[in-house]
């Protein structure tokens, strides 16, 4: 089955820093990637998604880029700011067989942004 | 915006009693799924639910685990016998059709075995 791999586990920025998280899955039938923010014991947010057709797309300040040659993807977030501290999960979509649909996530990265 | 409901938020259960935790998923929805999340670490895929059965279940999803929609709205997980380390968050998700790429996932229910 699918597996996604999610590094770093933890990252520090400074307000104004940008934040760089990788991922990379091993179904090369998967199609669709989506980002998640997770704040303490809520739900996750899905806050920018990309599709196998697509290289990069961005919204504001977050940015998403796909290489499926490298079976890999990567979230951007430029100018950070104390509230895009959190956990956040990037997640691979199931495109085969009965996994059509399922959601495979990576282990999360847990980002502080310091005032 | 239409919301996917989880009911408890919370529930303490004592070790080898039954749960069963209750989910009313969008209305338009045909695709559900179950996840759990344990302290700390990342969402798990549990069981997805199709046409009134399941689709695919993980290995986590053994044969303590049940899934029902029984009346149309909601789709429940039960576990049989919980065991301590059952205690996470789990959430209910739901997708609209085939071609929506869309979660929407509810609150969650926060499990705690004692």
């Known amino acids: 089955g699918e597996n996604v791999e999610q590094h770093p586990s933890t990252l520090s920025v400074q307000e104004g820093d940008s934040a760089v998280i990788k991922c990379t899955y091993s179904d090369s039938a998967s199609n669709y990637f989506p980002w998640y923010k997770q704040e303490l014991g809520k739900r996750p947010q899905l806050i920018i998604d990309?599709?196998?057709?697509?290289g990069e797309k961005k919204d504001q300040r977050i940015a998403v880029t796909l290489n499926k040659t490298a079976k890999h993807f990567s979230l951007h977030i430029t100018e950070t700011q104390p509230e895009d501290s959190a956990v956040y999960f990037c997640a691979a979509w199931g495109a085969g067989g009965t996994s059509y649909g399922k959601l495979t996530f990576g282990q999360g990265t847990i980002l502080t942004v310091h005032p | 915006e239409p919301e996917v409901t989880q009911t408890p938020s919370h529930q303490v259960t004592q070790m080898g009693q039954e749960v069963i935790l209750r989910c009313v998923p969008i209305?338009?929805?045909?695709?559900f799924y179950w996840y759990r999340q344990i302290l700390g670490q990342k969402v798990e895929f549990l069981v997805s639910f199709y046409n009134n059965e399941i689709s695919e279940k993980s290995e986590i999803f053994d044969d303590q685990f049940s899934v029902e929609r029984p009346d149309g709205s909601n789709f429940t997980l039960k576990i049989r016998s919980t065991k301590l380390e059952d205690s996470a968050m789990y959430f209910c998700?739901?997708?609209?059709?085939?071609?929506?790429?869309?979660?929407?996932f509810g609150s969650g229910t926060r499990l705690t075995v004692v």
């Open positions: 990309i599709r196998s057709n697509v």
């Open positions: 209305s338009n929805h045909l695709y």
């Open positions: 998700a739901s997708r609209r059709d085939r071609g929506d790429y869309g979660y929407t």
